[in-house]
């Protein structure tokens, strides 16, 4: 870059409504108006696949494309996952608003477009397209968020996020279901529509952000390699133990890619003038190690919620709309503890024992519900869920927080969609070792117990095992209980590394709690 080019940059940075400038006071009434814009957008990217959920058996029906159908899920996962770091630079580098908006535009025309959908394959093309602009709407939240409040002061609002995500994990099935019920599944994306325009109209009226332009290049090079390197990664937890084997060439292939590309990435990265992640940031102890805790907290939230149900359905007996209403225990612990340790940061500014109790506890957690049994009462479920809610609650905001305060405010949105990226793919991740470990106890245990149990975790249906002779069930029941005590007693040893993690936070003083400028807090760097 030029001279002049730095000094444009430099002055766009610092000129009133730059990325690195201090953002004006806003009184509550604005901040609550600018909420109910972003909680929708929040509520619009969690709610999409879990609506899908229950809709896919139909869709496959209708458009006749079962051999595709993991597809539906995966092209908007891949899409998400790959396009969260760059919406977060562009956000940093051409204005949070702007970026913001578009992608709600991009996720809606995608939702249109998957709702007129005539043949899987346009189905997948457009849940890529939709899973853009979703990659956009997380990170847009949060780092808007962290423009317009003060770390010190953003504990009011965390138990709104949490709501939404309590709300989305119990409701998205259930309207789901009633949706396909009772109109179409072409509705299950047709609901965006209203729920995104309400939220730009918000978001256009009452968020105020002076305009900016940068001259900054975009680093087209580590965004090309970032995006090989993560698809790579997905792709290996999506196929790895499913379409392919673990040793099979296709999941090896995607592995030397992955590394490759990563490899390339940090290469790259450090001599691009505006990188899409500066690796700087990582030599920040705390951002480091909030990006470890962000990525384990995916790991076992996303492997509880994808297995407890399972659980529920064919040892507990509990219907598959049940089945999701009985996580709510979870997320009652998640929601009351964020509201809980949100307001106790904004009054007192102290937050690094909240991560460590939240690591413990989610710890603990994992290991009650690895005692699960084939004669454990819903009752005693429920209550070893709200444990484990509970840890998730002390962690899910706390996270984002202590990334956020770790950086600039230019950084803000690089900030915002590391934390988010590192939880997916925890999620991904989580999701795929414990199927594979899920899968394999369950496995050994009917090859053990025998009586003509259906061989293989992934072909035990609900349905059809109430039909079967009873010693059968009584096998089934068994090698479920058993898998889920494998998979939650390895989530606990898991959560032993983000209580590590924990404990070498240092406690660096919020934002908004007396400091007049809007610099990180300086803080030492790893060694």
Known sequence: ????????????????GGPGS???PRSPREIRLVMIGLV????????DNLIIGTAMPTIVGELHGSEHMAWVVTAYTLATAVSTPIWGKLGDLYGRKGTFLISIAIF????ALCGLSDSMTQLIV???????????????????MGALVPPRDRGKYQGMFAAVMALATVGGPLIGGFLTDHLSWRWTFYVNLPLGAVALAFIVVTLKLPKYRSTARIDYAGAALLTAGITSLVLIT????????WDSKQILGLGALAIASLIGFCYVEQKADEPVIPLGLFRIRNFTLVS??????????????????????????????NSGLLLMPMMFGMLAVSLVVGQAVTKTGKYRIFPIIGTAVMAGGSLLLSTLGTDTSRFTSACYMVVLGAGMGFLMQITMLVAQNSVEL??????SSSATLFRTIGGSFGVALFGALFNNRVSDTMAQLGGGAPAGGGQLDPTRLKSLDPKVQEVAHQAVSNGMHTVFLWGAVVSVVAIAAAVFLREVPLRGGGQADDKAPQEPVAA
Request: proline fraction near 3%.
């Open 126 to 144: 457009f849940r890529a397209l939709q899973g853009l602009g979703a990659g956009g709407l997380m990170v847009g939240v949060m780092s808007i």
């Open 40 to 47: 929708i957008a929040m509520l619009l990217a969690m709610l």
């Open 108 to 111: 809606l025309v995608g939702s």
């Open 22 to 24: 201090e953002p004006e």
């Open 1 to 16: 870059m030029s001279q002049q080019q730095v000094g444009a940059a430099e002055d766009a940075s610092a000129a009133p």
């Open 292 to 321: 470890v805790i962000g990525f384990i907290v995916g790991f076992a939230m996303f492997g509880a919620v994808a297995y407890l149900p399972l659980y529920q359905q064919i040892v507990q007996g509990a219907s598959a709309t």
């Open 238 to 245: 999506t196929w790895g133990g499913q379409e392919y084997d």
């Open 410 to 415: 230019k950084d803000m949105g690089v900030a």
